[in-house]
């Protein structure tokens, strides 16, 4: 036997995709949480009126309609990346915080384990947007969509990505 196998292996950094994959496992853990996390930006929002649909028990489709503030473009871009949030900008804030989302964490949670789009559209902008999304949470797509001020997200096939998770739906 060789000195190198009795060694044990050395601790090491894990990459950072394979890092973002864990921990979208503490945020998205069911179609329930996904549910809610949805639910709670639309309150966020401002929405007063919700229309949830869901085919499968949410395991081909969640689908949440609102008709909140709507999402500024300027904004586009950040909306699936992790950690990205208008809530907060230091630890401190948290104090002050009075909304139910701050983290940054929800959608692009919901990135990782489904195919996530977005239509959106703010009250300063004449038209929609609708935006899909990939894996990581860049927007693949932007395409200019008739809608009244509000959002809906669409989620589909939930875990597809992680056959394990599937299963368990």
Known sequence: MDEDDLRPPEIRSLAGTTRHRLCAGQVCVSVASCIKELIENSLDANSTRLQLTCIAYGADLIELVDNGDGIAEHDFEKLGLRYHTSKISQFEDLEYVNTYGFRGEALSSMCIYADVTI????????????LAFDCEGQVMSRTPCPRETG???SIRSLFNRFPVRRTEL
């Open 119 to 130: 239509l959106t559209r703010h009250a300063s902008a004449s038209i929609g947007t609708k």
């Open 151 to 153: 959002t809906t997200v």
